[in-house]
């Protein structure tokens, strides 16, 4: 059952629901996040957050205390590209570097009504090389994203291997969205259940990033990528999201593409619940799982899920 305080997400979206014909600009869009996304998540303390310019991208040094220097979490906020930001996810981001025990850098890119595609995914490649030509090892990097996020994630990768750069060694993804197409059964099977993503508003979101892009592109719909010699990921969905059915299609996809993959199904939860990391239990649970499975990959000692959890929060 799900807790008392991880119903402040669903409430989030029922709101974001009722609010839609309120919310008619796009400068709207992002201060209703700005508000209202941002207090879903508890301070992780203990951590600092230095602004920087990732070669001319805005982007965010997240450091916890302790954390190990070398190692890094490069992560790409969701929003649906109609909102999020380095300010909307830097605790989130806080509480997932916190457990696993470095640093992260949290980067912007424009969102749709700034520019379309492929501008989002350019921001990410050039915010990866003002990291690496800062001499961190890529095998000390995992890549992390939520929703939206997990586009430029795949973006990422797949011009690396293109330009036969070195990847890093491991991928971790909340709610992944990796289907513009939209084929998954969950968009009806969870309609009732989900109060904001119903397909025809994740249409919306899809013709407001690409316009008449095609929407089979593996750089924008991973689900069609060629996946072959990508790290492990490790992807965590909400059981009654819309978008569930992505996250369980693309884990198939990726086994049998020979990656290592993982794919951890909340019951009860909705859309990025981890954004109530500090707040839910469920929350961080799954950033302790998370922590938990990427030390190892980046060099850290092995520390159990629950361990990982206890320090998050």
Same mark, same amino acid.
């Given at each position: ?6 119903? #402040? ?38 951590? $600092? ?15 916890? &205390? ?24 830097? &605790? ?13 850098? %949290? ?11 492929? #501008? ?40 690396? *291997?293109?330009?036969? *750069?070195? +990847?890093?060694?491991?991928? %971790? ?5 990796? $289907? ?11 309609? $009732? ?33 060629? %996946? ?14 819309? %978008? ?10 990726? *086994? ?26 469920? #929350? $961080? ?14 060099? +850290?000692?092995?520390?159990?899920? &629950? ?7």
């Amino acid at each position: 059952m799900a807790s008392i305080q991880s119903e #402040a997400n669903r409430n989030h979206y029922a709101a974001i629901a009722a609010n839609a014909g309120k919310l008619t600009s796009p400068q709207a869009i992002i201060d209703y996040n700005d508000t209202h996304w941002t207090a879903l998540t508890g301070e992780p303390g203990g951590v $600092d957050y230095v602004e920087v310019d990732a070669g001319g991208v805005p982007a965010m040094w997240i450091v916890p &205390k302790g954390a190990d220097e070398e190692r890094v979490l490069f992560y790409a906020h969701g929003g649906g590209f109609v909102g999020g930001s380095i300010y909307t996810h830097r &605790k989130l981001v806080g509480h997932l570097a916190k457990a696993a025990g470095c640093r992260a850098l %949290l980067y912007n890119y424009p969102l749709a009504h700034q520019a379309k595609h492929p #501008a989002q995914l350019n921001a990410a490649m050039t915010a990866w090389t003002w990291l690496t030509d800062r001499g961190f090892d890529t095998s000390h990097i995992a890549l992390a994203g939520d929703s939206c996020g997990a586009m430029l994630t795949y973006g990422v990768l797949q011009r690396l *291997r293109a330009e036969g *750069r070195p +990847l890093p060694v491991a991928t %971790l993804i909340i709610s992944g969205w990796f $289907d513009m197409a939209l084929t998954g059964a969950s968009y009806e099977t969870n309609r $009732d259940k989900d109060p904001a993503f119903a397909k025809a508003a994740v249409d919306w979101l899809v013709t407001n990033f690409i316009g008449d892009g095609d929407r089979l592109a593996p750089e924008v719909s991973a689900l069609y990528a060629d %996946l072959r010699g990508f790290p492990p990921v490790f992807l965590q969905a909400g059981a009654d999201e819309t %978008l569930v059915d992505e996250s369980r299609m693309f884990a198939e996809r990726a *086994r049998l593409a020979g990656v290592e993959t993982r794919l951890d199904v909340f019951d009860g939860m909705l859309h990025s619940f981890q954004m109530m990391a500090g707040k839910a239990p469920e #929350a $961080d649970d799954a950033i302790g799982r998370f922590a938990a499975w990427v030390r190892p990959r980046l060099g +850290l000692p092995a520390v159990s899920d &629950k361990v990982a959890g206890d320090r998050a929060a």
